[in-house]
């Protein structure tokens, strides 16, 4: 036998993703094995983070505002995000901290570290953005990183988010690089110590002592500050020498060793030269600290001391350096050695000791200097002063017994260290500390502290001079040799600058004058001097830095400037006096000049020339006098005497006023200038008084005239106008007197008695001028229309005018009484006149503009409305609007006769009133008026002798009547205008509102334009599948228009023409409004407005026919024309309408095409994955589409909503969306199993542990399976996932166990592979040891198929004989032992393919297995019906469900049909098919049997016919009990009793449901005028009887019935009731009719008294009426009260025979 070829070399693709990292770099090999364990680690991590990620989340739902509040505070601080903040604070148990520090008597602050690090390229650079760190610490365990944040709270009480912000304090601590120290400097420095000196309220600090307390807490503080600064830098300054390099030191130990160490070359080589190195480096420090120091120039004399701190400190950790115990045995090696080195070292360490000696006794004196050197440094310069001695002793003590600090140069730059904090303070207590520039402080307290720094430098230098001359008296002490240049140079230099600015304070204090001056032009020079000073203000130096000399320099050009701007001003002041001829106008110019007190201007000789100028003006006024003294100018006003003289004072005051200025300066006046001019003046003031002496003896001649032309009457008449007849020259002379008077004149006698007529006489001119001019104001008031009717009453008002023409004279006492007359008599007329045009205008033309301004119909404004809500207002307004158009024009019209009766009242006393309810006065014309003309009056009387008057009279009666009915007429026709007027507008805004919509839509106006107008009415777009209509329909629109045009002209049929007799409310219709009211308060609702129409419709009022205005209204050509536009106005708008809805037809396809059969036809093209998405993606752009039409669509007055249609249109589209979706995700979900499927299945086998032959086979089957499927798996997991990605993205719902398959589906396919990998190496492994076993087990093999064979010949379930069920038992057992050979055969095959071999060939064991499939297939159905028919017997009789019993049936039938055709000679095939065919012949019967409708008597009869007994009212009653009876024998009667059951539950239910409607049906009541419910409700009982006919239609047929049987009693009583309620109630109708009519002839009417005996057999009649309908309310059941006994039955009858006699 040839040699087996193994074909084990199958090769396994690793896959693409879910087993190995995301980034692996390129070339990197990694195994197999080690990429699970990888994939393993990494998902550990991942479930660690995910925990992490979990206890976060928690811990942030811990957290509140407190919590935020301080993560947006460090947020702010870091300029981070909270968020960001918030991730580094809950990681750990830093929340823990953060809530001891809110808990009640928690930790009193809060600090955190924050620290960013940032990354550094090659060379060292930083470079990225690096890691930032923060986390909460205490502050012992970690190093400071430079920024510390930390919260204190105030309280000991519980943080809470309401006071977190008011009891938490933030600060934070920074440095950059010089750790806490400088952290802690830099917030006490630039934090608090600021802060601390802002404050303005110190309580009880802020008395002197407290200031005093202030100032030594600040001290402290600073000094303080001072110390931290200087640890810091001797810190910085500490000594390392070098350590030892090249020897070791530490094992050499006692003088021998030492002594050996010197001995050694080596060592002490390296001795000496670590000895040269500490040298060189100690030289070097001590070189340093020798150098010149550079120090700034205005230090003060604490860096001194600091600086001698600083060395001290220095040397002191030199000295600690070189004592260290390694450098101490190097030293003591090179002593032992003897070496050069040695006396370097030795010098050195000398200059060290004498160093470190001279620092420390530096120290302590400069220790004893700091006392006195405190006030430098916290006081003002007044407060300095009493310190300078105690200084200047301690200096010079230092100068007398300080070992080393006491030489020349020392001793001076101390001075100057002084002087240098003492122009700091000066210049901190100018400038408030730095807060206020010397500009910005009030300048008196600035030239106080400017003087105070000058009494400092003077007082400090004589303190230094009275020392030094102590000094060079005493012999003991050294003396002060010192340059006082170089210590008070600078002092000395800041003191001229102090000099130089209090000059310049001064000099615009001087200067500011100009600013409050109001000289023209002097704006000028302020400004420039201001620009002055803001130009040196602005200048970028520190004004008090007397180090820069660019102040003197700007100060000096600011002085030259200065100069020059003086000169100007001189200047400015003689120009503008050049300009100035008026001595007056020329000393106020001068006295304003004098007030800016500037050193500059020269007042003195100004007034030398103003004198000059006086003499030349007195010249001007004489001439002015001579021309003008004849006709002077008088001022306005003024009468001519008194003008005059007012003239000739004015000159004389005019030459006055100067002199008086003059005298006030004595040399002045001594000049020849001043006494030529005191010449002049006395010349001319003689004049001036003679001219007026002159004038006012002329005037004092006119008294006696004036008395004359007092005499004239009061009034004239010219042309019927009323005229003051006063002569003028009489107001002149009283007011000449009385100007006179006030200028201190004498006056004549006689003139100061005129005088005293003056207030009376011009109080009558008033009072008559007012008089006149109230008359022609109150006649002007009488409209045109009422001139004629007002003639008498204006006639009584001239009658009273007349005395004034007459004989009434200015000097008559009555004039009050007379003008008082005439005004009572105007006020009456007045009155007469606003009462007549208040009528007119509030109750008249006011009504009637209300009348045409009554809402007859509402428009929308906005949103447009339903025809519904448009027909209902307008309906409700127009019947609002009659009655109150009516009850107007009942107002108009009695108004207009108020009017009349008000105009025609008595025109004279003794007259008889016209009356205005005249009866010839009337309305329109509809009553012919009387005749009233003179000759119809003349043509019927004859005139006597001394009518004529009388007939005179008579005829004004007449015409005064005739212009009455004018006035009545013209304000009916108004009434008739006010309502045609309102009913255009009504209809015109209707009209305007459509018409104007529609044009809006046709495109005939502006854009602008379309914006305003809104539609009229709404109505919706309906999807009315195929179509899309608009509901309501156009005609429905348009009906809707047209009945609110007909209610507009029904409003006038209830509005009344005038003047027609009875047109008021009778007491029925004031009767039916207080029902109605009442019906609105007490809720009765439809029986009391019922009654009231009745009453209503009775009463008088609805009999008679008045005149309306509806005919007058409705045939107005106007209003015709605009009835014929409204109604067809909105079928106009059809094509509109049909083009607006013609634009959702694109969206048609939506709901014409069959959803079902499209994605079917869709399908079965095979799309692919694009195809699907291409549908997806055209319904989403179709529903944005849809979003995006029109919300409301405008098509002429008619706005169509969309908002249904667009929802309907949206889900049309979504659930093609949907479809599609769910279509493609049912392709790919089969998909996915399938895949899912295979892999899970491979997966299993390749798990499976390899033990047998068996194993491999199986083993490499699945091998073999992974190598045909690869590619197919590869092609389809993609398109799964970007199927379920689509269905994601476009948010079709997907189920998610179906998503979390998809995110594992590649990750499994990864780990199958792997897995392949695995399982193919381990059978290359363990090939060679199976083969073998092969070999042996085949030859087992064929002995044991041959066994089965025999077996099965012999004793198998085809013999031939045996019954079914054994069969069927057989057939169990052989199945088993195939099952095992047959796995045998596949295994021994497979590895006999394996490994090369021939295949074994077994025919029988091939034959067999297809004669146990057929046998299978048999005895399975035949198992499964013997078992499922034996169970339905035991099923209780109450559970048993027939239809599913029918289902299993059918299934085993059908299963039975398509068995093969060699299995249906088998018996057990013909005991299966009777077995189904019995069965399903019962089971019609039983569904039968089985309805709900069987009841005993059924079974019963049942019985009966099969002579069984059916116990089914017991618990245990199974269809066993029911197969056991002869069914099938009594078919045919069985299916009798069941259908009968079926048809008498249908009668009972209908019987049943007429007995409960007549149990529910209720008589309705009505009311009877006050007398009470004592009708039965006409429509409500109508519609009883007819449901009663319905009724006994309904058991009519049911009587008619063959099953009735068992009903048919009751039907036949219930047919009784109802045919009796029906009669009973007809004959209640006809007696109620019959009553109501006769009640209203017999109760309260004369008839009764002529029937006596008819009107006593109603009576009797009513009580029985009102006994019945007393006993219906105590049983309101129709049926039961009809014919629950035997009363109505009876006494109906009874009672329509009475009344028929009564009628008769």
Not at 1304 to 1330: C, D, M, P, W
């Amino acid at each position: 036998m040839a040699e087996p070829k193994v074909s084990f070399g199958c090769s396994v693709t690793q896959g693409k993703a879910g087993v190995t990292r995301k980034h692996v770099r390129k070339g990197q090999d990694v195994e197999k094995k080690s990429r699970v364990q990888t994939t393993a680690i990494g998902g550990d991590a991942k479930d660690k983070q995910q925990r992490m990620k979990e206890e976060n989340d928690v811990k942030r739902q811990t957290l509140d505002g407190r919590h935020q509040f301080i993560f947006s505070m460090i947020a702010d601080k870091l300029e981070m995000n909270s968020n960001e903040v918030e991730d580094f604070l809950i990681e750990g148990n830093q929340l823990e901290a953060m809530e001891d520090f809110f808990a009640a008597n928690g930790a009193r602050h809060l600090l955190l570290y924050y620290e960013h690090i940032r990354d550094t390229d090659a060379a060292g650079r930083k470079a990225g953005k690096g890691t930032k760190r923060l986390w909460i610490t205490d502050g012992t365990k970690e190093p400071f990183p430079g920024l510390g944040l930390f919260f204190i709270r105030t309280i000991s009480k519980a943080i809470t988010t309401s006071n977190v912000a008011q009891e938490v304090n933030f600060g934070a601590l920074e440095s950059s690089g010089g750790g806490v120290l400088e952290a802690f400097e830099s917030l006490l420095s630039n934090v608090f110590i600021p802060a601390l000196k802002r404050q303005t309220d110190w309580g009880c600090l802020s008395d002197s002592h407290g200031i005093a307390i202030r100032e030594e807490f600040f001290s402290k503080l600073t000094s303080f500050v001072s110390v931290l600064s200087n640890a810091r830098a001797s810190l910085a300054d500490l000594v390392n020498l070098s350590p030892c390099e090249g020897i070791d030191v530490s094992c050499i130990n006692g003088p021998a060793q030492i002594i050996a160490a010197a001995n050694s070359s080596e060592i002490l080589e390296a001795a000496e030269q670590c000895t040269m190195k500490w040298c060189k480096e100690i030289e070097q420090i001590l070189t340093e600290s020798e150098q010149m120091r550079k120090e700034a120039d205005d230090i003060g004399p604490r860096a001194e001391l600091d600086h001698w701190k600083k060395r001290m400190a220095k040397f002191d950790s030199l000295s600690d350096c070189i004592k260290n115990p390694e450098r101490r045995t190097v030293i003591a090696i090179i002593i032992a050695a003897k070496s050069r080195v040695l006396k370097t070292w030795k010098q050195l360490d000398s200059r060290i000791t004498d160093c470190t000696n001279e620092a420390k006794d530096n120290v302590k004196f400069l220790y004893t200097l700091e006392k006195y050197a405190d006030p430098l440094y916290k006081c003002n310069p007044v407060a300095m002063l009493d310190s300078i001695a105690g200084l200047m002793n301690a200096i010079r003590m230092i100068n007398s017994y300080s070992r080393y600090y006491n030489t020349g140069e020392r001793m001076t730059a101390l001075f100057v260290k002084v002087t240098n904090q003492m122009i700091t303070a000066c210049k901190a207590y100018i400038t408030d500390n730095g807060y206020h520039k010397i500009w910005e402080q009030e300048r008196d307290d600035v030239l106080k502290k400017l003087a105070a720094c000058k009494k400092l430098n003077e007082e400090y230098q004589r303190c230094f001079h009275r020392t030094k001359a102590k000094l060079q008296n005493s012999q003991n002490e050294r003396p002060f040799d010192f340059s006082e240049v170089y210590i008070f140079g600078k002092f000395d230099t800041f003191s001229r600058r102090v000099d130089k600015i209090m000059e310049l304070l001064r000099t615009i204090d001087t200067y500011e004058t100009l600013s409050l001056s109001r000289l023209d032009g002097i704006d000028t020079f302020n400004s420039r001097f201001n620009l002055l000073v803001t130009t040196l203000k602005k200048k970028p130096y520190e004004i008090l830095d007397q180090r820069k000399m660019d102040f003197d320099i700007d100060y000096d050009e600011f002085k030259r400037q200065l100069a020059d701007l003086n000169a100007q001003l001189q200047a400015f002041m003689e120009t503008t006096f050049e300009g100035i001829s008026s001595v007056q106008r020329s000393l106020y110019l001068l006295e304003r000049f004098e007030r800016l007190r500037l050193p500059c201007l020269d007042i003195a000789d100004r007034y030398r020339h103003i004198i000059i100028f006086y003499v030349k003006d007195l010249e001007f006024i004489q001439r002015v006098y001579n021309k003008n003294k004849e006709n002077p100018p008088i001022p306005r006003d003024l009468p001519p005497i008194a003008g005059k003289i007012a003239w000739i004072r004015q000159l004389y005051r005019h030459i006055t006023s100067p002199i008086q200025v003059f005298q006030q300066f004595t040399e002045l006046m001594k000049s020849n200038e001043a006494k030529k001019a005191i010449r002049g003046y006395n010349k001319m003031a003689r004049v001036l008084v003679e001219y007026e002496v002159l004038h006012h003896q002329a005037w004092t001649k006119q008294v006696d005239l004036t008395k004359v032309r007092l005499r004239a009457t009061l009034l004239v008449r010219n042309n019927r106008q009323y005229l003051v007849n006063l002569d003028p020259m009489i107001l002149c002379f009283l007011r000449e007197a009385h100007c006179l008077g006030r200028m201190g004149l004498d006056l004549p006698p006689e003139a100061i008695e005129l005088q005293f007529m003056r207030s009376t006489i011009r109080t009558n001119y008033d009072s008559l001028r007012q008089m006149i001019s109230e008359y022609q104001r109150v006649c002007g008031k009488i409209p045109d229309l009422f001139e004629t009717l007002m003639a008498p009453h204006c006639q009584k008002v001239d009658d009273l005018i007349e005395s004034g023409l007459t004989f009434l004279t200015w000097s008559s006492l009555n004039i009050a009484q007379y003008v008082q007359s005439v005004h009572k008599g105007l006020h009456t007329l007045e009155l007469l006149i606003d009462r007549a045009c208040d009528i007119r205008t509030y109750r008249i033309e006011n009504v009637l503009t209300d009348m045409s301004c009554v809402p007859l119909c509402e428009l929308p404004d906005n949103e447009p409305w339903t025809i519904w809500d448009f027909v209902n207002r307008s309906k409700e307004l127009c019947e609002k609007a009659s009655g109150y158009l009516e009850d107007k024009s009942i107002l108009v019209e009695k108004a207009t006769h108020e009017l009349v009766e008000l105009l025609l009242g008595s025109s004279s006393e003794g007259e008889e009133p016209l009356a205005a309810d005249n009866p010839s006065i009337q309305a329109d014309g509809l009553l012919e008026p009387p005749r009233t003309s003179l000759s119809a009056a003349n043509s019927e009387i004859h005139l006597q002798p001394g009518e004529t008057a009388a007939l005179k009279r008579k005829q004004q009666r007449e015409e005064l009547l005739q212009e009455a009915q004018y006035l009545v007429d013209h304000f009916s026709h108004s009434n008739l205008e006010a309502l045609l007027r309102l009913t255009r507008t009504t209809m015109e805004s209707i009209r305007r509102r459509i018409t104007v919509s529609s044009s809006v839509s046709y495109g005939e106006c502006s854009d602008d334009k379309k914006k305003d107008y809104k539609p009229a009415f709404k109505a919706k777009c309906v999807l009315s599948i195929p179509n899309i209509v608009m509901r309501p329909n156009l005609d429905d629109v348009q009906t809707a228009v047209n009945q609110v045009v007909q209610n507009i002209l029904l409003v006038h049929k209830k509005v009344y023409i005038w003047g027609q007799k009875g047109r008021k409310q009778s007491a029925p219709v004031e009767e039916a409004s207080e029902l109605a009211q009442q019906s609105k308060s007490d809720g009765v609702g439809s029986q009391i407005i019922a009654k009231a129409s009745k009453i209503q419709m009775d009463s008088p009022i609805s009999q008679t026919k008045y005149k309306n205005f509806y005919h007058l209204v409705a045939d107005n050509r106007e209003v015709a024309k605009l009835v014929s536009l409204l109604s067809t106005s909105i079928n106009s708008t059809k094509r509109l309408i049909s083009t607006a809805l013609a634009q959702f037809n694109k969206y048609q396809d939506l709901w014409i095409l069959e959803r079902e059969v499209k994605i079917k036809e869709f399908l079965e093209t095979n799309p692919h994955q694009s195809e699907f998405e291409q549908n997806i993606i055209y319904y989403v752009g179709l529903e944005d589409t849809i979003k995006e039409e029109l919300e409301v669509l405008t098509a002429g007055a008619i706005a169509l909503v969309t908002e249904d249609f667009k929802i309907a249109l949206s889900a049309e589209a979504t659930a093609w969306k949907v479809a599609f979706g769910r279509a493609m995700n049912d392709r790919y979900c089969a998909l996915m199993d399938r895949v899912l499927g295979q892999i899970d299945d491979i997966n299993k086998r390749l798990c499976h542990p390899v033990k047998d032959l068996d194993d491999v086979r199986v083993a490499m089957a699945a091998l073999k399976e992974i190598r045909e499927q690869e590619i197919q798996m590869d092609m389809s997991i993609g398109p799964i996932e970007e199927s379920y990605a689509m269905l994601n993205k476009y948010h079709i719902s997907i189920v998610k166990e179906e998503v979390e398959r998809v995110d594992t589906l590649r990750f499994q396919y990864g780990n199958l592979q792997v897995k392949a990998s695995e399982v193919q190496s381990h059978l290359l492994n363990i090939q060679s040891n199976f083969k073998g076993n092969l070999l042996e087990n085949v030859e087992v093999f064929k002995q044991d198929v041959t066994s089965y064979s025999s077996d099965y010949e012999t004793g198998g379930p085809m013999a031939e004989g045996i019954p079914p069920r054994e069969a069927s038992d057989r057939l169990n057992m052989f199945q088993t032992r195939f099952d095992e050979l047959w796995r045998k055969f596949q295994t021994y095959s497979s590895g006999e393919d394996l490994f090369g071999l021939p295949v074994t060939d077994h025919s029988d064991l091939q034959r067999i297995r297809k004669e146990l499939n057929l046998a299978q297939k048999l005895y399975g159905l035949y198992n499964a019906v013997m078992d499922s028919v034996d169970g339905y017997y035991d099923i209780l009789w109450a559970e048993v469900d027939i239809e599913k019993i029918n289902n299993e049936l059918l299934d085993f039938q059908n299963k039975c049909r398509k068995l093969p055709k060699a299995l249906k000679d088998w018996q057990a095939f013909n005991d299966l098919k009777k077995k189904i065919d019995d069965f399903n012949e019962t089971c019609p019967l039983l569904e039968m049997m089985a309805h709900k409708a069987m009841k005993e008597r059924h079974w019963q009869r049942i019985e009966d016919i099969t002579k069984f007994k059916f116990d089914v009212e017991s618990e245990n009653f199974q269809l066993r009990n029911i197969m056991e009876a002869p069914l099938l024998e009594n078919k045919e009667d069985i299916e009798d009793v069941c259908i009968s059951a079926v048809k008498e539950q249908d009668i009972e239910a209908k019987l049943r449901q007429v007995i409960a409607d007549w149990s529910a049906h209720n008589l309705a009541f009505g009311n009877f005028k006050t007398r009470g419910e004592l009708l039965l409700r006409g429509e409500d009982t109508s519609e009883v009887i007819s449901l009663m006919e319905d009724s006994l239609m309904i058991l009519g047929s049911l009587m008619s019935n063959r099953y009735n049987a068992p009903f048919k009693k009751e039907i036949q009583l219930w047919v009784q009731k109802l045919s009796n309620t029906t009669d009973i109630i007809e004959n209640w109708l006809v007696v109620q009719n019959l009553w109501v009519y006769l009640e209203a002839v017999f109760v309260g009417g004369d008839i009764a008294k002529q029937l006596p005996k008819e009107a006593k057999r109603f009576a009797n009649i009513d009580k029985s009426w009102v006994k019945i309908m007393s006993r219906a309310h105590e049983t309101t059941n129709v049926v039961q009260c009809c014919v629950g006994d035997e009363t109505l039955g009876q006494l109906l009858p009874h009672l329509l025979e009475q009344l028929e006699l009564c009628q008769k």
